[in-house]
């Protein structure tokens, strides 16, 4: 079968294709139909928390497989009601609603935040990024995700991330919530600072709007503490959550605090919500990345990349920046050919934006793996300039 032949003749087209079909994963390595062995700084686009197929989490969705895949949520599961009381534990927040990816999980906190505040107004950032449904696309600042679709959501305004002046003059007695990233992803790895997070915090208490933070990202570990709120002394009032909450099957959460008030009956749903099988793979993922203490190992390991880095010689990087295994190399020039070139090297990498080039591997890679990668990057980016390449959206 050609692989790539079959899904061009297919699909939707919407994903800018690399010329790459991967059929197995293992730890932070993937396989592509050849044989061809490659380090994942992808991770599924950050997915990948635990590496591919965790034996812990391939268990238990096999065993979960095995005794129930569905149980809608008007009827309570032994799987759905540990994770909820896990997540809790985890999170500081009380409650959550479980539904099936990012997109789903800021939809959720906004529906929840107008629904509390009975107010419209959204105030999200410039760069911000958070989905491709209609009202997260609305959040999301990127023109090209979103004028092909308007009119979008009324209500969203974006400021400039970081500007704690800007976001005062923002807010005001109409905003229902303000939804930020701790660290901007999509939007150039670009980690805010805590003066500004607890502004913002702050600027909601005072003016009676509701502070959504966005870690679909950030969370599980990903920049070093299970949440990344959790650098800031940051108090969501609600958390969005996604990625990496469940070994790689798909599942999104919204966790939410006490001064959200008037979630009834009715008001929010999903048919795959909370189904068993994504609540087992989450209970084991969770369980692994407690015993392993991977938000450690993350710190620990992206500050070994980011001092590598820093100390490149190379004049295309023009800052590295990052938190955890969070890492963003932004360059002089477009990323896309330097991708393709750490493809040839091995090594699978993404943009954030033109000209970022953004590493998301598995908190369990290990070191040797982290020294190919900073070996591979050094050979690439020892490359002057290469011409224009094209632009890659994820
Ligand atoms: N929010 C953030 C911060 C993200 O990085 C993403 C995806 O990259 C999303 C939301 C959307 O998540 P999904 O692709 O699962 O809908």
């Not at 590295?320 to 040839?344: C, D, K, N, S, W």
Request: proline letters at 5%; glycine letters at 12%.
């Amino acid at each position: 079968m050609d692989i790539i032949a079959l899904e061009q003749a297919h699909t939707a087209g919407t994903y800018p294709k690399r010329d790459l079909a991967l059929v197995r994963g293992q730890g932070a390595h993937v396989w592509d139909a050849d044989g061809h062995r490659y380090i994942d700084c992808v991770g599924g686009h950050g997915v990948s928390i635990l590496g591919h197929c965790h034996p812990q989490v391939t268990d238990a969705i096999c065993q979960q497989a095995a005794r129930m895949v569905t149980c809608p949520g008007i009827f309570y599961n032994d799987q759905r009601a540990a994770l909820l009381a896990r997540l809790a534990q985890i999170t500081g927040l009380e409650r959550a609603f479980l539904c099936n990816s990012g997109t789903e999980a800021v939809e959720g906190a906004l529906k929840f935040a107008r629904l509390s505040t009975g107010r419209t107004g959204i105030v999200a950032t410039m760069r911000g990024f958070h989905g491709r449904t209609m009202g997260a696309l609305s959040a999301t600042w990127e023109k090209k995700y979103r004028e092909p679709f308007m009119p979008l959501v009324p209500g969203f305004v974006h400021v400039p991330y970081d500007n704690l002046e800007r976001m005062e003059r923002a807010i005001s007695d109409e905003t229902a919530a303000v939804l930020v990233e701790v660290v901007q992803g999509e939007g150039g790895v670009r980690p805010g600072s805590g003066e500004y997070l607890r502004g913002v915090r702050e600027l909601c208490d005072e003016r009676g709007a509701l502070l959504i933070v966005d870690e679909v990202q950030t969370g599980f570990g990903r920049t070093g503490r299970w949440f990344a709120f959790q650098h800031h002394d940051l108090r969501p009032d609600l958390l969005c959550l996604a990625k990496g909450i469940a070994g790689g099957v798909p599942m999104g959460a919204v966790m939410i605090g006490p001064h959200v008030q008037g979630i009834h009956s009715g008001v929010h749903g999903s048919t795959f919500g909370g189904n068993p099988l994504a609540c087992a793979a989450a209970l084991a993922s969770i369980d692994v990345i407690e015993a392993q203490d991977l938000p450690a190992q993350a710190a620990e390991k992206g500050a070994y990349l980011l001092e590598h880095l820093s100390a490149m010689d190379a004049t295309v990087i023009r800052e590295v920046r990052g938190l955890g295994l969070m890492i963003g190399i932004e360059l002089r020039t477009r990323v896309q050919p330097y991708l393709q070139a750490l493809i040839e090297e091995g090594v699978l990498a993404l943009p954030a934006g033109p000209t970022v080039l953004r590493l998301l591997p598995p908190l369990t890679i290990e070191y040797a793996d982290l020294d190919l990668v900073l070996a591979a990057l050094d050979r690439v980016l020892a490359v002057d300039p290469f011409s224009n390449g094209g632009d890659e959206d994820e």
